[in-house]
């Protein structure tokens, strides 16, 4: 699963407009700091198409984002549980009448394509490749191919919940991963997210041939859906390919749902439970936060980068350099909506006294402004960040495709770090007295399974 890092790309717009074609509109052009122009399309059945020209190598990547997680299916009232959208993701690898259960891999695999998966949260899955940018047509014809004509049958559907099934075994295995799941339940009470993208085992095994259909027919439409394309092609190649394969898929009635309102926290969570692999404590922390269209996620952002970026970072001095923990981070959460700590304790370390700890550090960001300098590190953290990922074309795409999911704008990380840059001191002090309280925080603690004594 990923989480969101708020970085992004210093963007000025420099114009906004719509052009129609036969078949597409075209949106708007937005010029990024380096010069080079996103470029936004919308078919007339309603996918979108954002595309960031590159011809420095003959090389592209390719990333396909439907707007269904985990979320959507425990809202819909002919679901009303998860793990099917992640079972989904599977499947989607299994085959058409066109190319056979294997084939997908096997031509990809032929045509040079690199870094080919797909990934299921809560608000998103998404499919990704890079590829020889001569071999473009080719992974159209593929990733439309099963985009529309996806073959389901309960063989098929029965082999894939075993793998899933097995996966959601592995990953019970990972006190880490308990360790956050536990801090979703307890942050959210009414909201979908405490509920695994994974689904429980019962879901998964209970999932029915028609469900899948009925999954697939609604959600994996065009007007769900959009394609993201960064690399060596030109606005005319693209679109005319993207129509060729693309456009003759009807759009679908795809159910909207209103997220349950969350009650107002009003008194600290705590949970703590035990685990057979853990060798030391874990403990997380999360304090609600407003979505990332908030203005206070500018500040916010830049605050938990203070705390947790870099060797001078508040949490590494006071929790890893001291020797009490082996690892310490502080990060925004988008979609769950949180702040979240997270430390990983050295043996003989406790939970307890990490809490004691970063309460101090956030004590301090209460009642102190942190130096011109400390401040400047963090952004010049943040424009490393940048400038290193940048100029890969999967981690441009990755992040215009999660703000479009999370936000319904793609260019919002790009608009973060520009503000940045009006973030003063006593901004941070204001967002750590308004969010980082005590009575509005869940913590979790994931302690080592007690050893049983044994009789001599």
């Not at 078949?23 to 937005?30: F, N, R, S, V």
């Not at 499947?91 to 870094?115: Q, V």
């Not at 923990?325 to 702040?339: F, H, K, Q, R």
Request: net charge neutral.
């Amino acid at each position: 699963m990923k989480k969101i890092n708020l970085i992004g790309v210093t963007a000025l717009f420099i114009f906004s407009y719509s052009v129609f074609s036969a078949d597409y509109e075209k949106i708007a052009d937005k010029k990024l700091f380096n010069g080079e122009i996103i470029s936004e399309f919308k078919l007339t059945n309603g996918l979108k198409v954002i595309f960031l020209p590159r011809h420095e190598a003959k090389v592209l990547t390719f990333q396909t984002w439907f707007d269904i997680g985990s979320l959507n299916e425990k809202l819909d009232a002919k679901l009303k549980k998860t793990g099917l959208a992640h079972l989904f993701e599977h499947m989607m690898f299994r085959g058409t009448d066109k190319y056979p259960d294997g084939k997908f891999d096997e031509i990809t695999s032929r045509i040079g394509s690199d870094k080919q998966n797909a990934t299921t949260y809560f608000y998103r899955t998404n499919y990704y490749e890079s590829i020889p940018s001569n071999q473009f047509k080719k992974l159209l014809e593929l990733e439309s191919d099963r985009m529309a004509n996806l073959k389901l049958d309960s063989n098929i559907l029965e082999k894939e919940k075993g793998a899933v099934v097995g996966e959601l075994r592995r990953a019970l295995d990972n006190p880490g991963r308990l360790a956050w799941d536990e801090l979703n339940r307890t942050v959210y009470e009414v909201a979908p997210f405490r509920y695994t993208v994974l689904g429980t085992e019962e879901e998964i095994k209970g999932f029915t041939l028609e469900e899948a259909q009925y999954f697939y027919k609604t959600f994996y439409a065009p007007n769900n859906a959009a394609i993201i394309v960064v690399g060596d092609t030109n606005e005319a190649e693209l679109m005319n390919l993207v129509v060729k394969f693309y456009g003759e898929m009807k759009p679908q009635e795809v159910p909207r749902y209103v997220m349950p309102e969350e009650p107002i926290q009003k008194k600290e969570r705590k949970v703590e439970k035990t685990h057979a692999q853990a060798t030391s404590d874990i403990l997380l922390v999360g304090y609600r936060i407003p979505a990332v269209s908030s203005p206070d996620i500018v500040p916010i952002s830049l605050l938990s980068t203070h705390l947790s970026t870099g060797m001078e970072s508040r949490l590494r001095k006071a929790l890893v350099d001291t020797g009490i923990a082996v690892g310490a981070s502080c990060g925004v959460s988008n979609v769950p909506d949180y702040l979240e700590f997270s430390v990983s304790l050295a043996e003989n370390h406790k939970a307890d006294e990490a809490l004691v700890i970063i309460d101090r550090e956030i004590e301090k960001l209460k009642t102190q402004l942190i130096k011109k300098d400390q401040l400047e590190r963090a952004l010049n953290q943040e424009l490393l960040s940048l400038y290193n990922g940048i100029e890969d074309n999967s981690s441009v795409a990755s992040m215009l495709g999660d703000y479009l999911m999370i936000s319904g704008n793609y260019m919002r990380g790009f608009e973060i770090i520009e503000q940045y840059k009006k973030v003063n001191p006593i901004d941070l002090k204001n967002m750590a007295k308004k969010y980082l309280k005590k009575e509005y925080r869940s913590v979790v603690v994931v302690k080592p399974q007690p050893k049983k004594s044994s009789r001599s």
